[in-house]
T-cell receptor, first 116, second 109 residues
Framework: GAVVSQHPSWVICKSGTSVKIECRSL??????MFWYRQFPKQSLMLMAT?????????EQGVEKDKFLINHASLTLSTLTVTSAHPEDSSFYIC????????????FGEGSRLTVL | GQNIDQPTEMTATEGAIVQINCTYQ??????LFWYQQHAGEAPTFLSY??LDGLEEKGRFSSFLSRSKGYSYLLLKELQMKDSASYLC??????????WGAGTKLIIKP
């Protein structure tokens, strides 16, 4: 199947700093990528839909100024958590959708963010 | 509103069969997905159903009834490594994925 790579897989940062997470589709072009966060023992929560060459569409309740998303190319989307706080500590997962009838979704490995 | 329901947790024995149910109420339907997620890892794709009936893939099978808004994931010959959460997700009329909360499956020897 298609491969989506996410980096870094885990990061620890100090409160007030910014952290960038990259999501790459390695063997296909992804015009659309999705960013999720997942708290322990909970399901995925869609944060935003990232479309190549245009502004991301954020879900209700997600601060666009805090979670900056850039989808500059067909194979790369980035999520920057700005001025991170301990409550931002979570598991962040990206996914990319392939073309075709099923529009199958492939996930990156996830990035675990811990804000001290 | 849109809603996906699946049991929170299930327990089964190694070597046995388990069925995880998923019912949905969504604005439109463009396919149903099942994903497996091990703790601390990202979900991995298991199956996709868009037409009624059973799709078999090795030890895993997925069934869909669109008229009933119902699907199940059937796991046979359970192995300890099948212990994971199983997420049901439906693509609605806007092609947005609506996620269930997941079913945690515990396999006992």
């Amino acid at each position: 199947g298609a491969v989506v790579s996410q980096h870094p897989s885990w990061v620890i940062c100090k409160s007030g700093t910014s952290v960038k997470i990259e999501c790459r589709s390695l063997d296909f072009q992804a015009t659309t990528m999705f960013w999720y966060r997942q708290f322990p023992k909970q399901s995925l929560m869609l944060m935003a839909t990232s479309n190549e060459g245009s502004k991301a569409t954020y879900e209700q309740g997600v601060e666009k100024d805090k979670f900056l998303i850039n989808h500059a190319s067909l194979t790369l989307s980035t999520l920057t958590v700005t001025s991170a706080h301990p409550e931002d500590s979570s598991f962040y997962i990206c996914s990319a959708v392939t073309s075709g009838e099923s529009g199958e979704l492939f996930f990156g490995e996830g990035s675990r963010l811990t804000v001290l | 509103g849109q809603n996906i329901d699946q049991p929170t947790e299930m327990t089964a024995t190694e070597g046995a069969i388990v069925q995880i149910n998923c019912t949905y109420q969504t604005s439109g339907f463009n396919g149903l997905f099942w994903y497996q997620q091990h703790a601390g890892e990202a979900p991995t794709f298991l199956s996709y159903n868009v037409l009624d009936g059973l799709e078999e893939k090795g030890r895993f099978s997925s069934f869909l009834s669109r008229s009933k808004g119902y699907s199940y994931l059937l796991l046979k010959e359970l192995q300890m490594k099948d212990s994971a959460s199983y997420l049901c997700a439906v693509k609605d009329s806007n092609y947005q994925l609506i996620w269930g909360a997941g079913t945690k499956l515990i396999i006992k020897p």
